[in-house]
Structures are given as structure tokens and as C-alpha cells.
């Protein structure tokens, strides 16, 4: 086909606009006279023209099937494409229709007119209509999201309207002020919001000639395509993919932007008429374009050829302030690098690459939690594996581009920093726990930083900006521990800083550097040693002045994470694959004051699907680690090699509030202390705490034993529950005390702590003394069962069994009794040994 | 008068006793516990909720040693809900439920009746425990309500996400519960009652005086009737003879 670029006369000299079919396959447009063309890609042929009744059309959409058309007599007319004729008017307007937009799956239209209320009306059934009221001008642009559950709606009085349209009455969301310019509704430039296809963001034109990303999230700016139009532009469009954007400016101009870069592409100069609608071909790599004078044009070949390879990606991200661009981030994804190459011959890389960006840990603005598919039209598509929709292949995808070979990596786990959550707006905590909390504001050119804390009388929150973008932090009792990324600017190679809270010299902060090109992947700080993990491999550790205490290489590389606790040093890397295709993690424990390994790259008990969260020492000294199935869980026996194993201590999901079902909730881990799991509650499909600092919540340990019987009301149900309730006791109670018994067999323990051994054991023989004491109340006939529990008893003494036999008799259980005492006898004697019971 | 008080409490010391009530307190700095009258206080440790008495709480928070933590039903959410329940026309002659009683604490042998235990402790409204803590069931009001949210939205009202908004609803909601009380003395007979179950107590002691100058009222009516009954009984009996003397007294006694 000729490349050589004509206009095709379509209409009658005046505003003309067009539209693609989703499939790409015919090309509409609408003009001045009372006629409108269907075009088929692809074929030069006349087009198909359809006379209509009306003239002066002012707006064109289209789906597979039917087409929509607006003109100025106020009229929304739908046609069909498999007959090419009309088949209803489907709104009238009193005053003419400004513009129209389609919802993705084509079952609602927006309808701009010179009213000032915005109908939103069912393409399949005229009569069911929304009515937009809250703008107090008229409308010039509409503008579907995605979803179709948002419409952005630019007034005239320079504002844009976000409506949210998933429950039956349209709500308002936001008045975004001063992003369009005031634009009168038959002006030729445009105030139309382009929404990115990935449905994070979308860009305006502003008053200032320039592009500006908005999120959707937040309503905060992001990025801005700047610099390329000398007059107001008059029409925005993303490239099917969102790699690429088309805008075009009423001084005639049409430019294409890089959307990673922001930067142009290409500038076309041989523009004679401004163009009034622009569209990508779903597909190809062509754009048309309609213009003032009733013309069309059709450019193939539209984007050059080193960045025509862009429109091959499956979906490109919206150009977002503080995206995890590169592995330094303890947030980012290590398949990062797969943005600079753009291949699109591995598709499904791509489309891995995707659902790793728009993963739970990734800052994706997903919107998978915002629309209910409450009425069962399924615009919420079903979650994928990471609990997110899949990365929407955008309509009409070549299927016949298939992958030569398939190609298939392993699922890594990301490294992270735990306490920290990843950049929102422009602020995100460094730091969380139950010290304080460590955050930072992004100001563009530094951040700033502050640190405040719970305890206001044993210390002084403190705030600095910050020229070096930290972007890592620990924070306990003694002092704050800081690492930030290599800069480019200053030639200076990844720093850590650490600042003690108080001395009694002068204060003495210190800050060393780590070898160039080397980054910290996560670190952490102890009462005693600091410990930094890098992506050359190494574990340095540090005394809390900066002496370096020890390097050695990670056994298990890449590495994830880390968490110390005095001495004691736990660090997370990456293991063998697994058979689900994720990587297993191993972890390893070791003292670095006495240099003994007490764990060695054992596994970090994870079931199948599910990610670490959170790795944190309890305040006891014990590992912990919460993960993304909502399970804390602790080390048991970890001071002895090979002996740890990994005990759930409670399951979020089995949470007596979450029993109702109507909760909507995941907690977020801070720590474990004072036999509590402390978290912060998020709602609302919530990832991470964001500001204003939520409170802390804490939860009792309920270790998942046995699911609780629903109804408590009943007698026999309020029996069944209290018995449940114990064996849980028990489970916990035992587990505690072999806790506390590892610590003090293995550590300079107190009287204190010895003494509370002996307590806890009793504890232990308490709650199944009141087990046994359940079991004779139902009868005679569990007499076995009690015998079983008695003979758990730890107590050497046998006051314990004394105790148990005095129980049996009082519930007169004789034979029972009996039993006991022989036990008792035998213990007593030493015949029963531990292995026989 | 010894006295020059109506009789009941005055709101002020209707606030007075609510200052007992727990409320749950996120510490500042540390403080150990304190042997009080009404019992040792756990001791103060950043950042763990620790639950002190009401005035203790508002002392620390003025000194700014402490926040509070507002109890579950002292939210937009819970006190909309309330609200709801109020404003139902189905529930409209009706007071939103008081919080759950707690178990009786007795294992009585008169299992049909715990009440009737001599050791039982049952705990009734005023002393429900965690009527005001963050473990405070988040659907029924409490019965020092008023009086706490107004204490808490005076000096904690940054400790609160919308205190404006919460403000607005515990108006709204005091409103709504004193039309019904009102509305329920309009139609109050004798012999007749009003069922105020789930009422504050501020708002007991704001209707007191109303409500007493009404029961005085019909008790006065009641009396004078009964009265002239049993002067016409009299009259039947004894016939006319002696009813001059007897409508002589009648007149001196009113």
C-alpha cells in the first residue's frame, strides 16, 4: 500500500471526527453533512456511506457492532454497522451534543451536551439513564476510565469532574481544579481527559500547553509531557498500548511523546488544517485523523521506526512520579530491567512483567478492590494469582504473534526493607515499628526526612532534609540507621549513615561508604551490631560505632531481607525453585559476636502461592515472619542447628472480628511483643499505612488449632467452643514454654526468667487439669481420653496427677481414678520414662 | 432549705461520675502504675494501649503526655448506624439498645435464675466494663454517652479522624432521643408508663426535672380525685346530714 499521505475529502468543509471499531476493522467518521462513512481498513476502496437525517455531527463512537453519533440538533443516533443503517435515536438534548464516550464494554455512553447536566445512558436500553448534575456549567468533554466505572467529565468552567459510577447513583469523587484550561464547548482546542490504558492515571491537556499526568489514586500530578505545543492543543490520544502519545495542537501541529521519557518522538510538519479528532489504529502501527476541513487522514507508518518497536509492548505503565524504576529500591521488582528491552516477541515476559508491576508489593494504584462487579456485567475481571486482575491484554491484540519458544522464569521474591512501605504521592515510611516511625518527603530535587517517635519523653523527634535520598532506615532505642543509592551527580557510591540518639560525648554520627557499585538490598540495626545486606552478595556487619565487624558472602543470593536482634542476625535469600515455579527462601541465623551458626540455610516455611511480608524479631528474641496468606508464625528450637521449626502463632484470616464476614481487612505486621501481635489495621483493600499515621492495633496469639463452631448461642455448641478454647491454650501454652526453656537453656538467663520456666510449665498442667475436668462433666465414657490428658502432665512431683485424681473423684469417674493413681505411682517410681508415654 | 438543689443530679455531677469510666489511652512517655483508690492503673509504655480512668486520662492528655483513643462508638460509621436506628420508622418509639450485659459472673445453683444468686456479681449499665475503651462494642451507646463525647470532643478532639462530623451526629442523636422521651410524656396517662430503656445518664438527669414536675402533676390530680371519690362514697353512706361540715373542710384543704 502507498505510503504517501492524501487527504481523503470525506465530509463537506468543517469539523469532522472519526472513530475505530474496537477490532480495528472499520473506520468511521461524521462531519457537517448529513451523511457518514464507514471506512474498512485496509482497502482503499469508496467507503460505505450511510445518509442520515441529521447534519452538523459533532461526535462519533463506536463499538464492534453499532456506532454512535451526536450532532448539534441535540440527537444521539445509533447505527448499526452489520446493516449500516439507523436503528434509534438513542437521547435527545435540547442543545447540541458536545461530545460522547463509550464505556470499554460498550454498555453505557456518556453524553456531553450544552446542558448542564451529563447523561450517561444504557447503549441497549435508552431508559435506563444516570444523570450527571453537580458541574454548574455546560460540559465540553466526557471521558470514560478503563474500567468504565469512573468519567471524567471537563466543564467548561475550567474544572474536571470525576464521577464514580459503580453504584447505582453516580457519586461526585473530585473536583480537580486549575488542570484545564476554560474552554467555551465549541472551541476548537480541547479539555478532554485521555486516560492511560492501564487505568493508573490519565493526562489533560493544561492551560500551559502542556500534557499532565494525573493518578488516579490520589488525584496528585505526576509526570507532564512538556514543551512541544506553541497553542492550545485540540486532541489527545494514547497509543492502544499507552507507550506512546498523540496530541495535536490547533496551530496545526501533531507530535508523538515517548510515555517513559516524556520526550518527543516526532513532530509532523505537514499538517494543513487543525485536527480535530485523532485515533489510533487498535493494531497497526497507524493513526488517522480528521481534520477542520472535512478531510481525513490516514497516516501508516505513523510512529518511526526505532520506536515503532514501543507499540509491540502488551501495556505500558502511565508515567508515574516515584515508580520503583530500578533494583536499588527495596521495593522494586527484579525483572525491572525488562523494561529496556521491549522486544515484544516474548509476550508473555511482558505480560509478566505487568502482573509483577501490578503485584500486591509493587506501588500499583491498582484498582481491583475499587470496582464491584455488584451487578454482574463482569467489568471486574477475575483476580489472577497475585489477587489482581490480569494485565488486560488491550482490545484486539494480534493473537497470531505467537512466542516461538515458550519462555518461563522462576517467580523471585523481591527483597524488601521490613517496616518500610513503598513510595505514595510522594511521601512513604522508611520506617515502622514500635520505637517510632521513620518517613520522608519526595521535594524533586531532595527529600526530607522525619523521625518521630512513640516515647516523647525519652526522645526527640527529629526532621532534616535530606540531599541524598535516603531510602532505607532502621530506627530503635539507640539511634537511627540510614542507607541511601549511589547518586549520579555527586559521584558518590551507596552511604550509610548512622545518627545515636543520645552519647555522652558529643554526638557521634558516622557514615561510610560501600564499595562502588555496590547497593543495599536491605539492612538492619540491633541493640548491638548493624547489618547490611548488598547486591554484591556481602553481609557486612557493623558494631553500632561503624566498626566493621565482619563481611562474608550470602550463601543464598539474590537476597531478600534481613532482621537482627542483639547479636543474633537473620538473613533471607533466595533458594532452589520449587515446584509451584517460585523460589523456596532460606534463611540463616547466626551470632556474630561469637561467630556460631545456630540455623544454616534451612527453609522459610512458606505453603504454595504465598509471599514473606515481614521478617522481625519478637521482643523476647525469637524470629518471627508474617506472610501474605496473613499467618504469624515463630522459630521454635532456633539456638539449636538443625532443630528450628517454624509454629504459626496466629492466623489473621480465623480473626473473631472477620467472623461476620462483612469486614473487609488486612493487617499490616509492626511487631510481636508482650505475647501480642501488633499490626496496623487496613481496610478498604489497603496494601500499607499511609498518612496520617494509623493507629496500632494489637491481637492475642490464637494459634489455628481447630475452627471455632459458629453458633454460640447453643448449649452444646457454648461446651464444644470451651473445649476448643482450651486445647488452644494448651497448644500455646506449651509452645510458650518451650520458648522460654530454648532461652534460658542457651542464654545467661535471670532468676527471673528461669523462674518463669516453672511457672509456665504449670501453666501447661493448669489447662489440661481444666481439660480433664471437660472431658469427666461429659461421662464415663471418656474416661480414655482423660486418662490420655492426665498422663501429658509435665509436673514431676505429683501433685499435678494428685490434683487430676481428686477431679476424677469428685465426678466420681472411679475407675478413672484409679488409673491416675497408678500413673502417679509409676511416675513416682520412674518407671514410665519419656519415651514410653 | 438545707439545700437548694432539685432533687437528683445536676449534669455536672452527672459528669462527674462518668469521669471513673476507662477510656483506653495511648501512652507519650512512660508512667509507672499508680496505686489509686479505685485500684492500681497498668503502667504507661509507648505505644501500648494501656485503659486508665477517664479524668486521669484527660489530665495526661492536657499535658500532652497522652492520646486517647476514642472508644468504637464514638465514630462517623458506628454513631450514623445509631443514628439510622433512631431516625427507623420502625424502631421510632424505641431507644437504640444499651451494650450487652456481660455473663453472670455466678455459677449459681439457681441455674434458672443467676440474679437470684446471693454470690452473683451482675454488673448493670452504669458499671458495664469497657463501656468507653476501644474495645467498647461499636453498635450501642453506652450509658454515660453524652457526657463522655462531650468530655472527649472537648479536650481530645485532635484524637478524633472527624470530630466535626462526630459533633454533628451526637447532636442529631440527642435530639432525636429527646423528641421520643418528649413525645412519650405527651401520651403518658395515669397508670400509664414510658419505657426508657437504653437512656443515658445525662439524659435522665435532663428530663428529670420535667418528668418530675409531670408524675407530680398527675400524682396532685390523682390525689384530688381520689379524694372526691371517696367524699361521695362517704356522702352515699352517712346520706346528706353532714355534708355541710364536710364541703367546709374540702374548701379549707384547697
Known amino acids: 500500500m502507498a505510503t504517501r499521505l492524501r487527504g481523503r475529502p470525506a465530509h463537506a468543509p468543517g469539523p469532522t471526527y472519526l472513530a475505530y471499531t474496537p477490532n480495528g476493522k472499520k473506520l468511521i467518521t461524521v462531519g457537517t453533512n448529513g451523511a457518514v462513512r464507514i471506512f474498512q481498513h485496509g482497502s482503499d476502496d469508496e467507503p460505505a456511506i450511510i445518509d442520515v437525517t441529521t447534519d452538523n455531527h459533532t461526535a462519533v463512537v463506536a463499538t464492534n457492532t453499532f456506532f454512535l453519533v451526536g450532532a448539534e440538533d441535540g440527537s444521539v443516533t445509533k447505527y448499526s454497522l452489520l446493516t449500516n443503517s439507523m436503528e434509534e435515536i438513542l437521547v435527545r438534548c435540547s442543545l447540541p451534543v458536545r461530545d460522547l464516550s463509550l464505556s470499554r464494554d460498550g454498555e453505557w455512553v456518556a453524553v456531553a451536551s450544552d446542558e448542564l447536566e451529563v447523561k450517561v445512558v444504557d447503549t441497549g436500553d435508552m431508559t435506563r439513564i444516570m444523570h450527571l448534575r453537580e458541574q454548574s456549567r455546560p460540559v465540553k468533554h466526557v471521558s470514560f476510565d478503563v474500567s468504565g466505572s469512573m468519567l471524567a467529565v471537563s466543564c467548561s468552567d475550567g474544572v474536571v469532574y470525576m464521577y464514580s459510577l459503580s453504584s447505582e447513583q453516580p457519586q461526585l469523587l473530585k473536583r480537580i481544579d486549575g488542570l484545564v484550561k476554560t474552554l467555551e464547548t465549541d472551541a476548537e482546542a480541547s479539555s478532554k481527559v485521555a486516560w492511560h490504558p492501564d487505568g493508573r492515571a490519565f493526562v489533560a491537556p493544561t492551560s500551559t500547553r502542556d500534557i499532565q499526568c494525573l493518578a488516579r489514586k490520589d488525584w496528585q500530578r505526576q509526570k507532564a509531557f512538556s514543551g512541544g505545543h506553541r497553542a492550545d492543543i485540540s486532541a489527545v490520544k494514547w497509543s492502544p498500548n499507552g507507550a506512546l502519545l498523540a496530541t495535536a495542537g490547533v496551530d496545526n501541529s501533531l507530535c508523538i511523546w515517548e510515555t517513559r521519557s516524556q520526550r518527543l518522538v516526532k513532530t509532523f510538519e505537514d499538517i494543513n488544517h487543525t485536527i480535530l479528532a485523532l485515533n489510533w489504529h487498535p493494531t497497526d502501527n497507524l493513526c488517522s485523523y480528521t481534520n477542520h476541513n472535512g478531510e481525513l487522514f490516514i497516516r501508516e507508518d505513523f510512529v518511526p521506526s526505532p520506536s515503532s518497536s514501543l507499540l509491540k509492548i502488551a501495556l505500558h505503565p502511565a508515567p508515574m512520579n516515584n515508580e520503583p524504576l530500578s533494583k536499588i529500591s527495596g521495593n522494586a521488582r527484579k525483572q525491572a530491567d525488562d523494561r529496556q528491552k521491549p522486544d515484544g516477541v516474548h509476550r508473555s515476559v511482558e505480560d509478566q512483567y505487568l502482573d509483577d508491576l501490578l503485584g500486591p508489593d509493587a506501588m500499583s494504584e491498582d484498582d481491583a478492590g475499587f470496582i464491584e462487579d455488584d451487578d454482574g456485567a463482569g467489568y471486574a475481571e477475575v483476580p489472577n494469582g497475585f489477587g489482581k486482575r490480569a494485565a488486560g491484554a488491550v482490545n484486539g491484540l494480534p493473537v497470531k504473534r505467537h512466542q516461538p519458544y515458550p519462555s518461563w522464569r522462576p517467580q523471585v521474591q523481591e527483597a524488601f526493607q521490613p517496616g518500610s512501605t513503598p513510595w505514595r504521592g510522594n511521601r512513604r515510611y522508611l520506617c515502622l515499628n514500635l520505637t517510632g516511625f521513620v518517613w520522608t518527603v519526595n521535594q524533586e530535587t531532595h527529600h526530607t526526612v522525619t523521625v518521630e517517635f512513640y516515647d516523647r519523653q525519652e526522645h526527640r523527634d527529629f526532621h532534616f532534609t535530606d540531599p541524598y535520598k535516603y531510602d532505607k532506615a532502621c530506627l530503635n532505642e539507640k539511634g537511627t540507621l540510614f542507607s541511601c543509592p549511589p547518586s549520579a551527580q555527586s559521584q558518590q557510591s551507596a552511604t550509610l549513615y548512622y545518627r545515636p540518639h543520645e552519647t555522652w560525648t558529643t554526638r557521634m554520627e558516622w557514615k561510610t561508604q560501600l564499595p562502588a557499585g555496590e547497593l543495599v538490598i536491605s539492612m538492619s540495626l540491633s541493640d548491638s551490631c548493624i547489618v547490611v545486606m548488598t547486591t554484591a552478595g556481602y553481609v557486612r556487619v557493623y558494631t553500632l560505632f561503624g566498626v566493621p565487624l565482619l563481611v562474608h558472602r550470602q550463601k543464598s543470593t539474590p537476597a531478600v531481607t534481613c532482621a537482627s536482634f542483639r547479636d543474633y542476625v537473620m538473613t533471607v535469600g533466595t533458594g532452589p525453585v520449587s515446584g509451584d515455579g517460585t523460589t523456596r527462601l532460606l534463611y540463616s541465623i547466626e551470632n556474630v559476636r561469637r561467630d556460631e551458626i545456630c540455623q544454616n540455610e534451612d527453609v522459610l516455611a512458606l505453603p504454595e502461592g504465598v509471599e514473606l511480608r515481614s521478617v522481625f524479631f519478637s521482643d523476647k528474641g525469637d524470629p518471627c515472619i508474617y506472610d501474605t496468606s496473613g499467618v504469624l508464625l515463630t522459630l521454635l528450637h532456633w539456638r539449636t542447628p538443625g532443630q528450628a521449626k517454624w509454629v504459626p502463632l496466629l492466623d489473621t484470616k480465623m480473626l473473631e472480628r472477620l467472623a461476620s464476614g462483612k469486614k473487609d481487612e488486612t493487617y499490616w505486621p509492626v511487631a510481636v511483643a508482650d505475647n501480642k501481635f501488633h499490626c496496623i489495621i487496613l481496610k478498604g483493600g489497603e496494601e500499607y499505612p499511609y498518612f496520617p499515621r494509623p493507629l496500632l492495633s494489637d491481637f492475642d496469639f490464637n494459634i489455628p488449632v481447630s475452627s471455632m463452631p459458629a453458633n454460640k448461642d447453643d448449649d452444646e455448641d457454648k461446651e464444644l467452643a470451651h473445649q476448643k478454647g482450651l486445647e488452644e491454650q494448651f497448644v500455646r501454652a506449651s509452645l510458650q514454654h518451650s520458648l522460654q526453656r530454648d532461652l534460658v537453656e542457651n542464654t545467661n538467663a535471670s532468676s527471673a526468667q528461669k523462674a518463669e520456666v516453672s511457672m509456665m510449665e504449670r501453666g501447661v498442667d493448669k489447662v489440661l487439669l481444666q481439660m480433664l475436668a471437660a472431658e469427666c462433666r461429659e461421662g464415663e465414657e471418656r474416661g480414655m481420653k482423660a486418662l490420655e490428658i492426665a498422663a501429658l502432665m509435665r509436673d514431676r512431683t505429683g501433685k499435678m496427677l494428685e490434683a487430676a485424681g481428686k477431679i476424677a473423684s469428685r465426678f466420681q469417674r472411679d475407675i478413672l481414678g484409679d488409673k491416675i493413681h497408678q500413673l502417679a505411682e509409676r511416675r513416682l517410681v520412674g518407671l514410665v520414662d519419656e519415651e514410653e508415654m | ?254
Open chain 2, 1 to 254: 432549705m438545707a439545700l437548694p438543689l432539685p432533687p437528683g443530679l445536676t449534669p455536672a455531677e452527672v459528669g462527674f461520675l462518668c469521669e471513673m469510666e476507662l477510656v483506653t489511652v495511648i501512652p507519650r512517655q512512660r508512667l509507672e502504675g499508680l496505686e489509686l483508690l479505685g485500684g492500681p492503673t497498668q503502667p504507661m509504655i509507648p505505644p501500648f494501649a494501656t485503659p486508665l480512668p477517664l479524668w486521669l486520662a484527660l489530665l495526661l492528655k492536657k499535658q500532652r503526655r497522652a492520646n486517647i483513643s476514642p472508644p468504637g462508638w464514638l465514630n462517623v460509621e458506628a454513631l450514623t448506624h445509631i443514628l439510622d436506628f433512631e431516625t427507623d420508622e420502625r424502631t421510632a418509639d424505641v431507644f437504640s439498645p444499651s451494650p450487652r450485659l456481660p455473663q453472670p459472673t455466678s455459677t449459681a445453683p439457681l441455674e434458672e435464675d443467676p440474679y437470684l444468686a446471693h454470690d452473683a456479681l451482675e454488673l448493670s449499665p452504669p458499671f458495664l466494663k469497657d463501656a468507653a475503651t476501644a474495645q467498647a462494642q461499636d453498635d450501642a451507646l453506652p450509658y454515660h454517652w453524652l457526657e463522655l463525647s462531650h468530655l472527649l470532643l472537648t479536650h481530645a478532639a485532635d484524637d478524633f479522624d472527624d470530630p466535626d462530623a462526630v459533633h454533628r451526629l451526637l447532636r442529631d442523636l440527642r435530639e432525636v432521643r429527646m423528641s421520643k422521651l418528649r413525645k412519650g410524656f405527651r401520651v403518658l396517662d395515669a397508670g400509664a408508663g414510658v419505657k426508657m430503656n437504653g437512656m443515658g445518664g445525662m439524659e435522665v438527669a435532663e428530663v428529670r426535672g420535667f418528668v418530675g414536675g409531670v408524675v407530680d402533676g398527675l400524682r396532685i390530680n390523682r390525689s384530688r380525685e381520689e379524694a372526691r371519690k371517696e367524699e361521695e362514697a362517704e356522702q352515699r353512706e352517712n346520706g346528706l346530714g353532714s355534708s355541710n361540715y364536710r364541703d367546709d373542710e374540702d374548701d379549707d384543704m384547697l
